[in-house]
Structures are given as structure tokens and as C-alpha cells.
């Protein structure tokens, strides 16, 4: 509970003090509504439950549009109820529309500091020291308090793949909720956690180039070759021999390395030039 309002109405003459400077300290929740809104109306003590519940920890303000058309205009609302979250002077997120409580709850969880967040950037900091192991602990103990938290089940999983614990970082993310299982960054982390799987722990890079060399057509050892460069950040040298299985194998094998760039692909991002040339390449090779 706090002794300051739930909520205070702003205008254009008080939003850059009341939303904009404000957001600097912290963030500022802003429901653009109107008095005929029925569904603005359904929202509103949702907020202001959730302002009171989380107090401290970010400010409710309330945009009337009939009267503020400016601000509405210009921050792009459309429908109503629209409400935009304000972090660092800038809109950080937004939704539309009369979520349940349990989505707007999520929608907040994203955005505000919680106590764990301190002990990310301790972890981060016995990384830098080379102290991987007491961060990876600090992280499974902190989630022991905050077991939901996707950004300590992420980081934690990070740790322990560069830890060289696969079957670890495997399943730290299986803890992460289903809604998380379709962001690009959890997909690339899977990818990568996968391909670690695949590389194992006994072969190395050079008696897989002597492998080769001596048998062109073992396609295996290509792909266990171009796991390797990936995990080296030999990405060209990885992907190039990937292609090659797609280009001179049996169906099985252009499956195999057809499946090997995809992987790359899903880990690296669409983005990446590596990702865009080698998609062009690959489509070539399967034509």
C-alpha cells in the first residue's frame, strides 16, 4: 500500500513531466481510455489493483483521449483501451484491449526490476572473472526463490552450455514457460544446445580433416566436422561443409546436412549474413 494515488490524469501540458521524465526513475504504465469505452471501463480496476499491489515499483497514468486527442495522436492510438509502457523516455511495450489479469500481470513481470535481477548482474560479474561455476550456482539458487523467472532460466542455461553441460542447459530451459518456447532466443539457444549434443566430447576438428581426406563420401564425418566449426565459430567453414552433404550425398545425407544448415540457421538468426547466404546457397543445392 502507498500513500500516493493509484493513478494520476495527465494532459499535454503535464505527460512530459508525469510519463516521459518520470519513466527515467521508473516505469510508467499509460491507459489511453475514454468515458463511452465499455471495455475501458473493464480494465480500469485491473490497473489500478495491480498499481496498488506493485506499488514502488512503476506509476499508473491515465490518458483521457476525447480530451487529450494530441497525445493520442500522437503516440499512434488507434483503439481503445491502449495502454503503453514508458521506460527511459520512450514507449518499451504496449498492448490493446482488455487483457485478464493474469496477462497484464505477465505483461508487467517482463518489464520490472525484481530482486533477481541484482543477482544477474553478480553472476555476470564472476563471469568476467572467470568464475563461471559461482555464477551458475548463485543463478540455481536464486531461481529456487523465483522459479519462474525466464530471464534467470535463460542466463542460467546460457552459463551452463558454455559450462560444457548440454544435458544441463537442456533442462534448465524445459523449465522455461511454453509461451517462451517460440522467441528467436530461445530457439537459437535449443539449436545451439543441440548441436553441442551432437559434437560429443571425443572428437576434435583436425582427426575429423584427416578422416575426410582419406574418405570424401563420409558424410558423418562431415557433419560432425561442420558441428564442430559451428561450436568454434568457424561459421563459413561449418556451414560450407554442411552444404557439401547436401550437394554429394544420398537422400539421407542431404537430409542430414539439409537439417544441420537449418539448425545453424535457426541459432544464428534470419538475419545473419552467414544465415542469408547460405539459405540462397542451400535452395540452390536442393533445385
Known amino acids: 500500500m502507498t500513500d500516493e494515488p493509484l493513478s494520476i490524469d495527465v494532459t499535454q501540458d503535464t505527460f512530459a513531466v508525469e510519463v516521459i521524465d518520470r519513466s527515467r526513475e521508473l516505469p510508467v504504465l499509460v ?3 475514454a468515458e463511452w469505452c465499455n ?5 480500469a480496476p485491473i490497473l489500478a489493483k495491480l498499481a496498488d499491489e506493485l506499488a514502488g515499483k512503476f506509476h499508473l497514468a491515465k490518458v483521457d483521449t476525447d480530451r487529450e486527442q494530441q497525445i ?5 492510438v488507434r483503439s481503445l483501451p491502449t495502454v503503453k509502457l514508458f521506460k527511459d523516455g520512450e514507449v518499451s511495450d504496449e498492448f490493446i484491449g482488455a487483457l485478464p489479469e ?8 517482463r ?25 551458475i550456482t548463485l543463478l540455481q539458487q536464486a531461481l529456487i526463490d523465483d522459479p519462474n523467472y525466464d530471464k534467470l532460466q535463460f542466463k542460467l542455461a546460457s552459463y551452463q552450455l558454455d559450462d560444457r553441460d548440454p544435458a544441463g542447459a537442456r533442462t534448465t530451459l524445459k523449465t522455461m514457460a511454453q509461451s517462451r518456447r517460440q522467441d528467436a ?9 543441440e548441436m553441442n549434443e551432437l559434437a560429443g566430447s571425443e572428437l576434435d576438428v583436425e582427426s575429423l580433416r584427416m578422416e575426410i581426406a582419406s574418405a570424401p563420401e563420409n558424410y558423418e564425418a562431415r557433419r560432425q566436422l561442420s558441428t564442430l566449426l559451428f561450436l568454434e565459430a568457424d561459421i563459413d567453414g561449418a556451414m560450407s561443409e554442411a552444404l ?10 542431404r537430409d542430414s546436412g539439409r537439417e544441420a544448415l537449418l539448425k545453424m540457421f535457426e541459432a544464428l538468426g534470419n538475419s545473419n549474413e552467414h544465415v542469408v547466404r547460405y539459405r540462397r546457397l542451400l535452395a540452390q543445392a536442393l533445385n
Open 185 to 193: 532466443d530461445y530457439k537459437a539457444l535449443l539449436a545451439t544446445i
Open 111 to 135: 518489464h520490472l526490476d525484481r530482486p533477481a535481477d541484482e543477482t544477474l548482474k553478480q553472476a555476470a560479474e564472476l563471469v568476467d572473472q572467470d568464475n563461471r561455476s559461482e555464477a
Open 72 to 76: 493520442a495522436a500522437q503516440y499512434g
Open 39 to 43: 471495455p475501458c471501463k473493464m480494465l
Open 102 to 109: 493474469k496477462a497484464i500481470r505477465e505483461f508487467l513481470e
Open 244 to 253: 557439401e552433404i547436401v550437394k554429394g550425398g544420398r537422400e539421407k545425407d
Open 31 to 33: 491507459d489511453f481510455w
